[in-house]
């Protein structure tokens, strides 16, 4: 117990004192002292610093703790499901399917020469991203019932991913310029355009989504089991099925309407936890993956600000970290099996 | 036993894959279970036993014919319902890492706990109270990956025991144990139905070992029906041997073996002053081809296993000579060098 105490006590002091780093580092330094005033709109402090504070730092900080909280607890809950240690909402296509749904959303109103109020242009594009991940996800669930190795799954995931990219890549070619632009800039990946109203929808979205996540750990933890002993130790499988994949879908969905596809954290931050913490226990997984999942996407955001003028895009971030973390967890793998 | 209702019913079962008639593997099936039943489930592979404990567990339809516990029919339970009337071990090899024997036997509260998954002082009890019937309390701490095999098993029927059902079915439970595994599962199979008064049904492939600690078997035939009764009934009926009928091995009925068809027979005669010398002596002989006799003849070689303070010897008389060996292999070289 003391263990979890400790590991837990280093993952909320981390996202701390990374949500303050995010405050404070970046072009301009605002330091920790005027954070004060700035909260309570004190005239002491340079009216630029509140401009910065408000409507750049504070927005991307907490958009890039819930985006990568989100993300970790949607690629745990898929691995949980899917039994399989390599799913993740970009290896199993639901990313490409959010892409497809952005790309339609973005580039049809743009074909039908449709002008929409911001506002609801916005709840457009997570309406989208959400059918675009759930329709990827509906069919890898229909799939897993045809086909009984998970493997081919995975497999299935990143085909549908193609094809999607060839949809994507066709209504590209037929749209405006300044469409594409905004599609290309959203397919980089920011935690930084979720701004103003935005920024509150996308909170209480996840934040709903990572409520009811708590909700689903006693099944979680039942399912590491399989899905047969699931059945007989009175799980309504069917029903649940659909909770999972809807949830899943709508915390990276949303993630990916808002921020773009971000990689690896929601694939990676679950392993991660699993050899730190040595359990499989969802009561600790599930918190503990929105905590790390949060720092990683925080510490991204952080890197690619961290070359002063040249922003880094945070998917190359990702991948530069990610990838690496992915080979090492495959390489010890393989040394375990062959031992 | 008929003052007591069934805890379980089947009526007119046909059981197998799919839903259609294609797919029928058993049909005709009626039984019943009692509660403090221990039933083994007898049958060559593919005989459909897998399937008739999938099918009394839910995970299969039955093709037609119905299966009612407490005089309802199963599929009218709701899944909590059903899962606190019956719990099962299952084949199913599962990767079962970085969890504790108690968070694994605590999964089998599932259908009792609230939402949260939260236990109770009871149900913590319950789970404490099934390690303890299994024996394995002190590995309460212990990693899944720890553990043996027949420690494995032991935890994934705790957990099934947690579940606190009046009916506990399993799939060969004693697969992949090495014997004293096996023996210690069935054992301890015995001592849930006599402690718990609960209902045991499992399948298994050693024959050996049920014949010894089991009372009551189904067996299902070669003709894919369903025999129930005492094994020994079963032996003296035939129904054992014609199940597990195979041209090149036949049945003996005094020890319940199946032994190799043997096609040539020689001759020995095999006598002695020590029973268990004599005994295994008799046992390799068989396996190597040799008739023993009782009477000597004049040309098949004899056999005496001479047992002395200094051990066993074997003194062997063939066409006129006589040697003595120190050990069976010796023994079998001998003979069949001529």
């Not at chain 1, 590991?7 to 996202?15: K, Q, R």
Request: hydrophobic share 50%; net charge positive.
């Amino acid at each position: 117990m003391t263990r979890y105490k400790t590991i837990f006590t280093i993952l909320i002091f981390s996202v701390l004192l990374l949500f303050i780093i995010l405050l404070v580092v970046g072009p301009v330094t605002i330091p920790i002292d005027s954070f004060w005033d700035i909260l309570f709109d004190n005239n002491s402090v340079p009216k630029s610093w509140k401009a910065i504070f408000w409507e750049i730092r504070f927005p991307k900080t907490v958009t890039a703790f819930m985006a990568g909280a989100a993300l970790a607890v949607s690629g745990l809950i898929m691995q949980t499901y899917f039994g399989n240690p390599l799913a993740g909402p970009f290896i199993l296509g639901v990313h490409s399917g959010a892409s497809l749904g952005v790309a339609f959303w973005i580039m049809a109103t743009g074909v039908a020469g449709l002008i929409l109020p911001e506002i609801f242009h916005d709840m457009g594009l997570i309406l989208f991203a959400v059918l675009g991940s759930s329709l990827v996800l509906f069919l890898l669930l229909f799939l897993s019932r045809k086909i009984p190795g998970k493997l081919v799954l995975l497999v299935m995931g990143l085909v549908f991913g193609h094809m999607a990219g060839g949809i994507i890549n066709i209504l590209v070619s037929i749209s405006s310029a300044d469409k594409i632009r905004t599609f290309l800039l959203w397919n980089l990946g920011s935690f930084q355009r979720v701004t103003g109203n935005q920024l509150v929808i996308f909170t209480l979205v996840i934040l709903l989504g990572l409520i009811i996540s708590i909700f689903l750990i006693k099944h979680l933890n039942l399912l590491l089991l399989g899905e047969h002993y699931a059945r007989t130790s009175g799980m309504n499988v069917e029903r649940l099925k659909i909770f999972f994949i809807l949830l899943t879908a709508l915390l990276s969905g949303t993630v990916t309407a808002f921020c773009g596809p971000i990689a690896f954290v929601g694939i990676i931050t679950p392993h991660m936890l699993r050899r730190w913490i040595l359990s499989n226990n969802h009561s600790f997984l599930l918190p503990g993956c929105m905590l790390l999942g949060g720092c990683m996407a925080m510490f991204a955001e952080f890197v690619s600000n961290f070359f002063g003028t040249v922003t880094i895009p945070i998917n190359a971030v990702m991948g530069l970290i990610g990838a690496p973390v992915i080979f090492l967890f495959l390489w010890k793998r393989k040394i375990v099996e062959e031992s | 036993m008929n003052m007591m209702r069934p805890i379980l019913t089947a009526k007119e079962l046909a059981i197998g894959y799919g839903k259609t008639e294609k797919g029928c593997i058993l049909r005709g099936l009626n039984f019943d279970i009692y509660p403090g039943d221990m039933i083994c489930l007898m049958g060559h592979n593919g005989c459909g036993k897998t399937t008739l404990l999938r099918t009394i567990s839910r995970l299969t339809s039955p093709i037609h014919g119905q299966i009612k516990i407490r005089d309802r029919n199963i599929f009218e339970y709701g899944s909590n319902e059903f899962a606190g009337l019956l719990s099962v071990v299952l084949t199913d090899k599962i990767d079962m890492i970085n969890m504790s024997v108690f968070e694994v036997v605590a999964l089998g509260r599932y259908p009792h706990t609230n939402m949260w998954g939260k236990l109770t002082r009871t149900d913590k009890k319950i789970i404490m109270d099934s390690l303890e019937i299994l024996g394995i309390v002190d590995l309460a701490g212990n990693q899944m990956e720890e553990l043996s095999d027949g420690q494995r098993q032991k935890v994934f029927v705790a957990r099934s025991l947690a579940q606190d059902t009046p009916i506990l079915l399993l799939d060969e439970p004693t697969t992949y144990l090495d014997l004293p595994g096996k023996l210690e599962i069935l054992r301890l199979l015995g001592k849930i139905v006599r402690e718990k008064k609960v209902a045991v049904l499992f399948s298994s492939h050693d024959w050996q070992l049920v014949l010894e600690m089991v009372g009551w078997i189904w067996l299902v035939g070669g003709d894919n029906k369903l025999r129930v009764g005492v094994p020994e009934d079963l032996i003296l009926s035939g129904d054992f041997e014609n199940c597990f009928r195979h041209d090149k091995f036949i049945f003996n009925r005094q020890t319940a073996l199946f032994q190799e068809r043997k096609e040539q027979m020689n001759h020995v005669c095999l006598c002695g002053n020590d029973e268990d010398g004599i005994i295994w002596t008799g046992h390799a002989l068989k396996k190597e081809n040799f008739m023993i006799d009782e009477m000597h003849k004049n040309d098949s070689p004899l056999i005496y296993v001479n047992s002395s303070k200094q051990g066993c010897v074997w003194i062997l008389k063939k066409n006129g000579a006589e040697k003595t060996l120190n050990s069976i292999e010796d023994l079998l070289v001998n003979l069949k060098t001529r």
